[in-house]
């Protein structure tokens, strides 16, 4: 079977050799007569796969021993209530940057949630259009205005759907950071010790969906209430390991084998450096014809991550991403609220696939004018 080219948005794809190691460890995972899946999350085996998954995190992004790493559940989408649930008070305010459709979402969980325990939800920057149609570029820093009282201020690193994103955290002085960062953990090192807390579902760069990964500083817990239940509470998964109840162990099991693949080739050094050759080259073809495929977002925020574009018509968006198809490469469609065109350049996706990608927009082109 000849594998497509995936620049889906999210669950993206996995690197095959990640996948190749499962296919060859499902029925029976390290001469135990039966699959990772069967294992219990107690036993021996399964707590090796959960412990090195961890331990590869924290080498890979140089995660220090002041912050714990948590294996949750409920994607970014739950997170967008767990983190106000968690930190959000009576008398307190909270601060979010809004630079998307899911910063938004943050902002609506948030503010629920202040609505039954209290406290308050803040719009410190906002990067939408004046015409109120798109996000298409970052606040500037004269733009945002943080509290210096707030609980937190929470930002969203890239931008899946209009393809911006932060390339340097936005100054908020002394008040904890908090960020999804859903859609591009790992594309790069950051510096952790910078956020006071950092979440993301791994189905884009890490692995399947059903994974939340949160990286959250011992600082912050010890400031979370205690009177949530305890299965939402960050400091109840931090006690037990992320083993206070049953773990999407498969799913962990698979994350370990992209942790595993990106440490055998030379680490987030060599990912960045593939990310940025991928960026370059589909930037470079847009670039090449403007008058063809039209880039909206500013350059200055133009996502490594997610690249969006248009063609000059919507009959053309949608004949492209039907041929591009039929010639192997899927999940280019744009997000069904704008449009267009979309690839997700995520890390299991090679220099190949994008070379593949530019060769057939030029061949599009020229088979298709406007």
């Known amino acids: 079977m000849a594998r497509v080219s995936n620049f889906n948005a999210g669950p993206a794809g996995l690197p095959l050799p990640a996948l190749e190691r499962a296919r060859d460890e499902l029925v029976d995972f390290a001469g135990t007569g039966m699959s990772i899946m069967e294992h219990s999350h107690r036993g021996k085996a399964y707590s090796g796969v959960h412990f090195e998954a961890m331990g590869l995190l924290r080498e890979l992004l140089a995660v220090p021993e002041s912050h714990h790493i948590l294996f949750m559940q409920g994607g970014a989408t739950q997170m967008f209530a767990q983190v106000p649930m968690n930190f959000l008070a009576p008398g307190k305010s909270v601060d979010y940057i809004v630079t998307g459709h899911w910063s938004e979402r943050a902002v609506e969980e948030a503010r629920l949630v202040a609505g039954i325990q209290g406290g308050a939800v803040r719009i410190a920057a906002s990067s939408k259009e004046k015409d109120g149609i798109a996000y298409r570029r970052l606040p500037t820093p004269a733009e945002i205005h943080i509290d210096p009282a707030a609980v937190y201020a929470h930002f969203t690193t ?213």
């Open 158 to 370: 890239n931008n899946t759907i209009f393809g911006t994103q932060w390339f340097a955290e936005p100054d908020v002085g002394s008040v904890p950071l908090v960020a999804d960062v859903s859609s591009d953990i790992l594309w790069r090192k950051v510096d952790v010790s910078k956020y006071a807390l950092m979440y993301g579902g791994a189905q884009k760069n890490v692995g399947p969906s059903g994974v939340t990964i949160v990286i959250v500083a011992r600082s912050m817990l010890e400031r979370a209430r205690t009177d949530i239940p305890g299965p939402f509470r960050f400091k109840t998964f931090a006690d037990n390991d992320s083993l206070y109840n049953t773990p999407p162990t498969f799913g962990i099991y698979l994350m370990r084998n992209v942790l595993a693949w990106i440490k055998s080739v030379g680490g987030l050094a060599q990912i960045e450096a593939w990310n940025r050759e991928k960026a370059a080259l589909l930037y470079g073809a847009i670039d090449a014809a403007p008058d063809y495929y039209g880039a909206p977002v500013d350059r200055s925020a133009r996502s490594v991550m997610n690249v969006v574009f248009r063609l000059p018509t919507p009959a053309l968006d949608e004949l492209f991403v039907k041929q591009a198809e039929q010639a192997g490469m899927v999940g280019l469609k744009g997000y069904r609220s704008t449009g267009g065109i979309r690839a997700s350049l995520y890390n299991a996706v090679t220099v190949a696939d994008v070379e593949k990608l530019v060769a057939f927009m030029k061949d599009f082109a020229a088979r298709n004018p406007a």
